[in-house]
């Protein structure tokens, strides 16, 4: 019985959850001439990350999107709900460490993954899937950046 109930407390803990995702929690952005895009996450805190993100191009917000990570049949989702779509989608984690995860939903249109990667001081984000057949990826290698007024 004491064997068990150690096995299953194992097991428990080794179940990924939201506090594991917490590697990219805190303020991101890429500048590249007139575009600016910035992404910023929450901590996890009671079970769930939340993140806001907008690409600004010539001084004009063009894009935005609002985030969140929460636990759903025992695995962290992703529900992104983006400017112009009318709602939410959910991709589950199907694969998690300290540094990296991702996220998928095969059925949705585009993109099919969402990859979010430590690099250093950094974080790299990618989606990828593919559209018309054609295999498509776009990545996204943000800078640290204060949070601060954001």
Not at 40 to 45: I, K, L, N, Q
Not at 64 to 91: A, Q
Request: proline residues 4%; glycine residues 8%; contains cysteine.
């Amino acid at each position: 019985m004491i064997f068990n109930l150690m096995a299953a407390s194992i097991l428990f803990a080794a179940e990924p959850g939201v506090s594991d995702l917490s590697f990219f929690s805190g303020c991101w952005e890429i500048r590249s001439g007139a575009l600016l895009v910035e992404e910023a996450w929450s901590s996890a805190t009671a079970g769930t990350l939340f993140g806001w993100s907008r690409t600004i191009r010539d001084g004009k917000t063009v894009q935005w999107e609002l985030m969140r990570i929460e636990m759903k049949d025992g695995k962290p989702v992703f529900v992104p709900s983006v400017s112009g779509s009318e709602k939410p989608v959910e991709f589950k984690a199907v694969r998690s460490s300290a540094t990296e995860v991702v996220f998928e939903n095969l059925a949705h249109d585009f993109p099919q993954r969402i990859i979010y990667k430590r690099n250093g001081a950094d974080l790299d984000a990618r989606i990828e899937g593919t559209i018309k057949g054609q295999a498509r990826g776009k990545d996204f290698p943000y800078k640290r950046v204060a949070c601060a007024g954001r």
